[in-house]
């Protein structure tokens, strides 16, 4: 066989390998990169068969006709590798259309001027034989558009060129060798296109092509070209400090890193990537079919597994990979370690027993208040005032002692009387069954039960209640509010003074006032009734004003489980008015009197 011949071969060789290279691709086809992968192997075999074609023809006019297959790929070729390296670097996302449409103007002016070149010769000026040797049988006398051909060939090399480098910087080992394998691929047939512009008469640059096909191929099944873009491995590493494991489409791992590598030692037994994660993690079938099942749809569930002595949690995060086309090209497998939450979860759930437990014990406790506490002082409160009424009436030197007991008697049960109902209304043992009654009715009834503490202080008691006024309340609440509230008014009015309540309708709503003309409430002692909190602990003192008035907690949850609210006006001087609100009864006419039930 003669040069001609052999060189032949070695292009079609060249166009076998690249028609490889584009079936490979037409398998992925649903990347965009395979799909423009594609295009350049097809473009490369166009411009290797026509140049074979060329250099077996045995006159112009076939030589002119191999020159136009070949100008079905020569002016595409470099531009579409550009097209591809801005698909396989994420550049341009949102302007890529109209960018392609912008690329893909001067190949096609070329292609339609070399059609036409027969009318204004402006890609080949003229064809000279070649008087010393047959290879090539003629010499191509180029024109100005090859000119400007060539030299936008050179600038779309650059620019991919320049695509390249701040990526290569960025990128993992397994994807630096993807993007050398592509840059070897353009690269072998510049250079040998390099030797033709050096003075050699044969065009060397399909030749180059045949180490394109050969380096691609390589890259295929070595790096895998064509299985992810570098945009999906940068994700991998966004979560550095959870367990990242990246797979392809076909569910293999082709990447993961070192904190999926200590959480999953297995990983690291495989010889070579891709492996199916069927095998690498032949230890947790349950997660290996999870993955399987969900298919490119995002995923979020829990998974453990023991490690050395201890059983470890996560919880993981299956993501669908998609390129800047929207094609699904991979899934991302996170593992967030929750081991230290699951163990304080544990703890927490450890502590609640104990604090129901504690619970338990407290309402026992509370049992036993009202039960062996509450009785005998009621008990103590009646001897110490029929022992009080005896002495008073005998005029002897004791009865101002038994006084004393009597009313320290009085107050202790009313302090325990007061927190049991506080403690039945906080632990939800208090039913509310709101009924309507007649609010002056049930503020005469409060009166006449108090009655007997103001004439002991000589205090006046007034009402000013409107008898059509209806309120919707519970009862008991109802008689514990107004008993609180005349209780404190009595206490802190001095002799002969004055206690008055009054109601009133604003709206949906009743106000009712108890106010007293006794020496008001200093600016520190208002502050601490203010507060929100369960018990409230006046400053210090000889009279019954530094107490404790646990009795207004109480009233104020009531007025609260009525849906109203409870304040209070006061100053050094000049009484103290307590103010409540209670919803107005929807049927006033049929409210039950004070004394039903």
């Not at 037409?26 to 395979?34: D, P, Q, T």
């Not at 106010?515 to 369960?534: K, M, V, W, Y």
Request: proline share 4%; with cysteine.
């Amino acid at each position: 066989m003669n040069v001609k011949q052999w060189m032949s071969i070695m292009l079609i060789l060249a166009a076998a390998l690249m028609l490889l290279i584009a079936w490979l691709s037409y398998r992925k086809r649903h990347l965009a990169v395979a799909r423009t992968m594609i295009l350049v192997m097809l473009s490369g075999t166009f411009y290797a068969v026509g140049y074979a074609l060329e250099v077996l023809s045995r006159n112009l006019f076939e030589m002119k006709l191999s020159l136009q297959v070949e100008y079905l790929g020569i002016p595409f070729v470099t531009t579409l590798w550009l097209f591809l390296v801005i698909q396989f670097t994420g550049s341009a996302a949102r302007t890529r259309r109209l960018l392609a449409y912008a690329l893909f103007v001067v190949p096609f002016a070329i292609f339609f001027l070399h059609l036409t070149n027969e009318w204004h010769h402006l890609v080949y000026e003229s064809y000279v034989p070649n008087e010393t040797s047959s290879l090539p049988l003629y010499t191509t006398v180029k024109g100005p558009a090859y000119a400007v051909h060539s030299a936008y060939n050179y600038f779309v090399l650059i620019c991919g060129l320049w695509l390249f480098v701040p990526m290569y910087r960025k990128a993992l080992p397994a994807m630096r060798k993807q993007i050398v394998v592509l840059v070897l691929g353009i690269v072998m047939p510049v250079l040998f296109n390099l030797i033709f512009w050096s003075g050699w008469q044969v065009d060397m640059t399909p030749f180059g092509f045949v180490v394109t096909g050969f380096v691609y191929v390589w890259g295929i099944y070595r790096f895998n070209l064509l299985r992810l873009t570098p945009l999906a491995q940068a994700k991998v590493f966004d979560t550095i400090r959870d367990g990242v494991i990246l797979l392809d489409y076909e569910d293999r791992i082709v990447g993961y890193n070192p904190a999926a590598e200590a959480q999953f030692p297995e990983l690291s037994h495989a010889q070579r990537q891709p492996v199916p994660i069927g095998d690498a993690l032949a230890a947790y079938p349950e997660l290996v079919e999870r993955v399987r099942v969900t298919g490119g749809k995002d995923d979020k569930f829990p998974f453990q597994r023991l490690g050395g002595m201890q059983r470890k949690h996560y919880s993981c995060t299956l993501s669908g990979i998609i390129d800047t086309d929207g094609n699904a090209i991979g899934k991302l497998l996170t593992f967030n370690d929750i081991t230290e939450l699951k163990e304080t979860e544990e703890q927490l759930r450890e502590n609640a027993r104990q604090l129901s437990e504690l619970n338990a014990f407290k309402d026992k406790l509370f049992t036993v208040v009202a039960h062996d506490i509450r009785d005998p002082i009621a008990l103590m409160v009646s001897l110490t005032e029929l022992l009080s009424e005896e002495q008073v009436a005998a005029d002897t030197e004791y009865s101002a002692l038994l006084q004393e007991v009597r009313d320290q008697a009085r107050s202790t049960f009313s302090l325990v009387d007061n927190l049991l109902n506080w403690y039945r209304g906080q632990s939800g043992h208090i039913v509310f069954r709101p009924l309507d009654w007649n609010a002056k009715q049930v503020v005469r009834q409060a009166l006449a039960l108090a009655g007997a503490r103001a004439e002991m202080k000589r205090i006046h008691l007034e009402e000013h209640v409107d008898a059509a006024l209806a309120v919707s309340a519970d009862k008991e609440m109802f008689d514990l509010i107004l008993r609180n509230l005349l209780s404190n008014a009595i206490k802190y009015t001095g002799v002969g003074g004055e206690v008055e309540v009054r109601a009133s309708r604003e709206g949906d709503r009743a106000v009712l006032c108890i106010s007293d003309n006794g020496p008001g409430i200093d600016a520190e002692t208002t502050e601490l009734l203010r507060q929100e909190e369960p018990f409230l602990k006046l400053a210090s003192g000889k009279d019954e004003a530094s107490k404790t008035r646990f009795g207004l907690v109480l009233t104020r949850e009531f007025v609260r489980i009525h849906g109203g609210r409870l304040w209070f006006e006061s100053g050094p001087v000049g009484g103290t008015r307590f103010y409540f609100t209670l919803p107005i009864s929807r049927d006033g006419k049929n409210a039950n009197g004070g004394d039903e039930r």
